[in-house]
């Protein structure tokens, strides 16, 4: 009996070992299909280039179907992005927009709008998909923490203000509150009604 339970396991063990070996994980062939199907989406990390697309194509057009984007939108996206800059120019996305002889264009041919400016500017191209997927929202503009630091900093540095605006912050840049903006007397005495404690001596 011992036997048969024996055979009986060992035929079960090479199945199941069978099976895998017959069926083997294609892990680089699933990255190499995923690879290639962000590139075509045109997805570039953090976020998805034809999400963005379809985002900034219904910026300011309420009956847009997220499938084309005007001259107008690609400015503010780029913009936002920051993409155009010195480097490239509001006239640049222009000239380059209008070879396309339609005043919206499509996602692809919108790829191909940015393959043929990043191509004469000689600015790389995935670069320029990575700003854009990653501007956040149409119309919603990232700060940066140093930014920030540097806004509060300057608002809060006493040097840069006078008269009665100086004693709105103590010497560490910190707001007094209600202290610095109004003179209060002090309430505190011996007896009720006696006020401006410490104060006797000196006017008499």
Not at 20 to 49: D, I, Q, R, Y
Not at 138 to 144: D, I, K, S
């Amino acid at each position: 009996m011992f036997t048969h339970v024996a055979i009986y396991r060992g035929v079960t063990m090479s199945k199941e070992e069978n099976a895998k070996e017959a069926s083997p994980v294609p892990t680089v062939e699933m990255a190499a299909m995923a690879l290639e199907e962000n590139v075509k989406n045109g997805s570039t990390g953090k976020a998805s280039f034809r999400e963005a697309f379809k985002a900034f194509s219904k910026f300011g057009d309420t009956k847009s179907d997220g499938k084309h984007v005007t001259l107008s939108q690609s400015d503010k996206w780029m913009k936002q992005a920051k993409v155009i800059d010195k480097k490239i120019t509001t006239t640049d996305t222009a000239i380059h927009f209008k070879k396309l002889k339609s005043l919206k264009v499509s996602f692809e041919d919108y790829n191909k709008f940015l393959e043929d400016l990043a191509k004469t500017k000689g600015a790389n191209l995935e670069e320029i998909k990575s700003k854009m997927s990653n501007c956040g929202q149409p119309g919603v503009q990232q700060l940066t923490a140093g930014k920030a630091s540097a806004t509060v900093n300057r608002l809060t540095d006493t040097s840069k203000y006078t008269g009665s605006h100086r004693e709105r912050f103590d010497e560490s840049g910190k707001g007094k509150g209600i202290a610095g903006r109004k003179d209060t007397s002090d309430a505190s005495g011996y007896v009720t009604g006696y006020q401006h404690k410490d104060t006797y001596s000196k006017t008499h």
